[in-house]
């Protein structure tokens, strides 16, 4: 396209190059187009069933058939994600509102007058007469079990009234998803960048169940769903840090449905996965991450999913070296990790958080107590890799000789990955000398915001950082959470097409930015609780399922907090316990343009030793 016309939560407009315009809307299962050939007496639309958004060496198999002049069919399965290999199958039907003049298909640089075609690159096309009707409707839907699911998810989406009532009906959807949260401030361009990201967070996890219940397992079986909706693409090394709570707090039902989605993927495949796209472990990232986002999303309300077998699965995972979800390690060294209680030094601090996440979920969903003891303490094994010399996280051989600092971190650094204890704050920062020992590092470490992975400060657009900011509120220097947070909006986000500071990866870099502009932030894995900032709206007022929690106070000016009350009464922590607002309630904020340096001192925020 050469122009966008129209870009908003459920429709897109733009222009092509050939005078073109193209409009996009969506229901749960199909998509919907308009296209308007506005000097052409002929418009030809293709649908590319060998064609995809990865290279098409990874496509193993196509084909495509051409069932009427108004209606086509078929599949396309293979692809690949990061790298990998992701084998699996998608079918889809779609029909146009009228009758093509003109029709074949292609494969490769052929084209043919032949009714199907089959392999890479190839699909089919369609010519309508467009000189008095320039418009062309066209619905396509998809499954992912066969061509007639398909087929009854297309039927199952019609709406009468054409293009501008799918339009009316995604916007609709739209509408009442964003408004579970209300911002009031009269800074337009700070509404537009937070109902952006508050999109974004809404996206993923997507359905992948059929109109009929019908999903393809991770065992590649059809089954049949006993869920609203079957649920994939979980990003969950990213996910769990922020979005899995955000609709948890505000979908606890479509969340726990997100949740034994996971459940079943696990009891088809062997484990939970750490990036799942349709149904396909893809083994991306590090860690064992799952446990983690199923435990923050209980405790934040979803807990309508089995309990037991979430726990099993969390369980042996954490406990059974060499256990595969399909094709890919659940936790590789965890031999290593058991015997020596240490393994490479990114990679285990994600096992450690895991393990603590895991401990929390034991108890809180189960009151298994032993289990939960011996996972929380467990998680303690990030102090095995504290260097006393050098007062850093530092990964060791399994004989116990420290290897050169700078080995065994994955996507971050020494310095990104040190805070990566978000359990136990207050022992890490007595660690390395107390308070002001920290505040220093921290200090340094916020020099820049706009670091790479491989740079030695604070990278915004990395998940590994995303909580750092708020790590103050475990010093005496409360007041500099604030002030680095609302250093990132202003210096890291803004609302043009390059405001990101990185990949929103699947909706956490967004969900990032909303508890931020809300004040509130989720740190600690499996505790239902918020660490702390000043909010940058005047008001915000979230739709709970329990009640409406009213959040008073924020500004883009006065950036720091001078006071605050919860439900009308003077509260001096930086940590909010979920239960006092999970009900609803209000926040009142005072917020100052001068930081006020002795609230929040001498309040403990939860640190698990």
Avoid at 37 to 58: L, Y
Avoid at 212 to 239: C, E, H, I, P, R
Avoid at 292 to 302: C, E, H, P, R, V
Avoid at 572 to 577: E, G, L, M, N, P
């Amino acid at each position: 396209f050469v122009s966008v016309n129209e870009a908003s939560a459920g429709h897109l407009s733009v222009n092509s190059k050939d005078d073109i315009t193209s409009r996009l809307t969506v229901t749960k299962r199909s998509a919907i187009a308009q296209f308007e050939f506005k000097k052409s007496k002929n418009g030809t639309i293709i649908i590319g069933s060998g064609v995809n958004s990865s290279n098409e060496k990874h496509i193993k198999n196509s084909a495509i058939n051409i069932s009427s002049s108004t209606t086509c069919e078929g599949f396309t399965e293979g692809g690949d994600f990061c790298g990998t290999e992701t084998p699996y199958k998608v079918y889809f039907a779609a029909e146009f509102d009228r009758p093509a003049n003109e029709l074949g298909t292609w494969n490769g640089q052929e084209l043919t007058d032949n009714l199907s075609n089959n392999g890479q690159n190839s699909g089919a096309f369609f010519t309508f007469t467009t000189d008095v009707n320039k418009e062309v409707n066209y619905r396509i839907a998809i499954s992912f079990v066969s061509i007639e699911n398909a087929k009854e998810n297309l039927k199952a989406s019609s709406i009468v009234g054409g293009f501008s009532a799918y339009q009316k009906n995604a916007e609709a959807a739209w509408d009442s998803s964003l408004s579970k949260i209300i911002i009031e401030s009269p800074n337009t361009d700070r509404k537009i960048q937070f109902y952006t990201h508050l999109y974004h967070s809404l996206i993923h996890p997507n359905i992948v169940s059929d109109v009929n219940g019908d999903y393809m397992g991770a065992d590649f079986k059809v089954y049949k769903t006993k869920l609203d909706a079957q649920y994939s693409s979980f990003s969950v090394w990213d996910t769990y840090r922020t979005q899995a709570q955000l609709v948890a707090i505000l979908y606890p039902d479509q969340s726990s449905d997100m949740m034994q989605s996971l459940v079943d993927f696990a009891e088809q495949s062997g484990g939970y996965g750490r990036w799942i796209l349709a149904n396909i472990e893809t083994g991306i990232m590090q860690g064992d991450p799952t446990p983690i986002l199923i435990s923050n999303s209980y405790a934040f309300g979803a807990t309508k999913f089995e309990l037991n077998k979430a726990y099993s699965h969390m369980k042996r995972g954490a406990t059974i070296p060499l256990l595969r979800s399909q094709d890919h390690e659940i936790r590789p060294y965890l031999t290593e990790y058991i015997r020596d209680g240490h393994t490479f030094a990114s990679m285990m601090l994600e096992y450690t958080s895991s393990d603590f996440a895991i401990g929390q979920f034991a108890l809180q969903a189960l009151n298994l107590k032993e289990d939960a003891s011996y996972f929380i303490e467990r998680s303690q094994n990030w102090k095995n890799i504290y260097n006393p010399k050098n007062k850093w996280l530092n990964s060791k051989y399994p004989n116990g000789k420290w290897k050169d600092i700078e080995h065994d971190w994955r996507e971050a650094t020494y310095k990104n990955y040190f805070w990566m204890v978000p359990y136990n704050l207050t022992t890490l920062i007595n660690k390395i000398g107390g308070s002001e020992a920290a505040e220093n590092r921290l200090d340094t470490f916020f020099e820049r915001l706009d670091a790479s992975y491989h740079d030695d400060w604070f990278a915004t657009g990395n998940e590994p950082d995303f909580h750092a900011p708020w790590i103050y509120n475990w010093t005496d220097a409360s007041y500099k959470t604030s002030k680095v947070v609302h250093r990132i909006f202003d210096e890291m986000y803004t609302s043009k097409p390059t405001g990101l500071p990185g990949n929103d990866d699947l909706g956490t870099m967004g969900a990032w930015y909303v508890f931020a502009s809300m004040g509130l932030y989720p740190m600690i894995p499996g505790v239902a609780g918020f660490s702390v900032n000043t909010p940058q709206f005047e008001k915000a007022i979230v739709n709970l399922p329990q009640g409406l929690l009213t959040i008073n106070g924020g500004s883009t000016e006065a950036t720091y907090i001078n006071s605050l009350k919860i439900n009308g009464k003077k509260y001096k922590s930086t940590w909010v316990d979920w239960d006092l607002i999970k009900n609803g309630g209000t926040i009142d904020f005072k917020s100052s343009k001068t930081p006020n340096k002795t609230w929040g001192e001498n309040t403990e925020p939860p640190s698990f030793n």
